[in-house]
Nanobody
Framework: QVQLVESGGGLVQPGGSLRLSCAAS????????MGWYRQAPGKQRELVAR???????NYADSVKGRFTISRDNAKNTVYLQMNSLKPEDTAVYHC??????????????WGQGTQVTVSS
């Protein structure tokens, strides 16, 4: 079983910054990818940023140049640095991990979500 523990959400003014953290714990073989998705009220969940083993990253067009995803391999933790936040970034942000639980099996895991609200 794998647990994802998120932290770092909150209320921030437009133009401000927040950093989200997601730590994976439990028993697993390796992590294939970790990232962040978000879901605003009345909208579908969308990918924000993702880190893949090997070091590649990808971002939603709406956050390119403002958000940066990084990973601490030793801590199995991924971070999302969010700068120049806009009201449209308001959403519940969910951590996701694609985990190799054994040599032959991969599973998706989700965190419970953390609220990010951008408002003056």
């Amino acid at each position: 079983q794998v647990q994802l523990v998120e932290s770092g959400g909150g209320l921030v003014q437009p133009g401000g910054s927040l950093r989200l953290s997601c730590a994976a714990s439990g028993s697993f073989f390796s992590i294939n990818a970790m990232g962040w998705y978000r879901q605003a009220p009345g909208k579908q969940r969308e990918l924000v940023a993702r880190w893949r083993s090997g070091g590649s990253t990808n971002y939603a067009d709406s956050v390119k140049g403002r958000f940066t995803i990084s990973r601490d391999n030793a801590k199995n933790t991924v971070y999302l640095q969010m700068n120049s936040l806009k009201p449209e970034d308001t959403a519940v942000y969910h951590c996701h991990a694609d985990v190799r639980t054994t040599k032959w099996n991969n599973y998706d895991y989700w965190g419970q979500g953390t609220q990010v609200t951008v408002s003056s």
